[in-house]
């Protein structure tokens, strides 16, 4: 009987398919984050709540491709990668999507009213958040080419080199969220407690979305290595 199962026929030629499909929601989901956070320096209340259901939506279509994944995963691959590589590198490209939940569902549970002078670094600092994760999901990309030269040769060393340039976006964006918290902690004698702690929060969950970037890449890297 033939199958109408989405991931069964994906998984049917390559068992990369679909967790390249997981990491093209995955970025979706990351990418309509800079517009909340355009929305919340404008003071549009109705564009954030918009945007916070965009990016709940994507989060949970990752979600249920991320389920489909592991239950059709078969226990054996006759690939050069192991199972159980391939569904760590699944939670880290997940766990991007949860992050871009967790900014998305504070941001519109609290007032989270932009403390003054950070607006123009915090919109960049996201972008440049938003720039790595979008990097790695282009790593992820290469996945069938380097099937098909066993993960050696000019290939391999093509995603080394990606890999090299996303670990530098992502020192970009600890540089940039180290200069917004100390901007936020020298402020904190005008701001609520309450606020500087959500803030920082905040900013940390920011730096996230581009440090699991990293991990995904990195996650590469131990691929062609093994």
């Known amino acids: 009987m033939r199958t109408t199962n989405p991931i069964a ?9 679909p967790l390249q499909a997981h ?3 995955v970025n979706e989901c990351v990418l309509e984050v800079p517009a909340l956070f355009d929305a919340l320096v404008a003071g549009d209340n109705t564009a954030l709540v918009e945007q916070k259901e965009k990016i709940f939506a994507k989060e949970g279509e990752a979600d249920t491709l991320k389920h489909d994944l592991r239950a059709h995963l078969p226990k054996s691959l006759f690939m050069p990668v192991d199972r159980r590589d ?3 590198l699944l939670d880290l490209q997940d ?3 949860n992050v871009a939940q967790d900014i998305a569902g504070l941001m519109t549970e609290r007032d989270m009213s932009v403390p003054e002078g950070m607006a123009e670094p ?3 600092f996201v972008q440049r958040c938003i720039d790595t994760c979008n990097h790695a999901a282009t790593i992820i990309e290469e996945l069938d080419e380097l099937i098909e030269s066993g ?3 000019r290939d391999a060393t093509r995603v080394q080199e990606m890999v090299e340039a996303l670990s530098k ?3 970009e964006t600890d540089d940039m969220g180290i200069a917004l918290a100390q901007s936020l902690f020298a402020m904190e004698d005008d701001l609520k407690p309450v606020s500087v702690m959500f803030w920082y929060q905040m900013l940390q969950w920011i730096g996230d979305l581009a440090d699991y970037g ?7 890297l131990l691929l062609i290595a093994r």
């Open 95 to 97: 766990t991007i999507a």
């Open 214 to 220: 990293e991990k995904v890449g990195d996650r590469m």
């Open 169 to 171: 976006l992502e020192d």
């Open 23 to 25: 990491m093209r929601i």
């Open 122 to 124: 915090l919109v960049a």
């Open 9 to 17: 026929s994906l998984l049917g030629s390559s068992p990369f398919k």
């Open 86 to 88: 391939l569904l760590e």
């Open 151 to 153: 993960f050696r040769g």
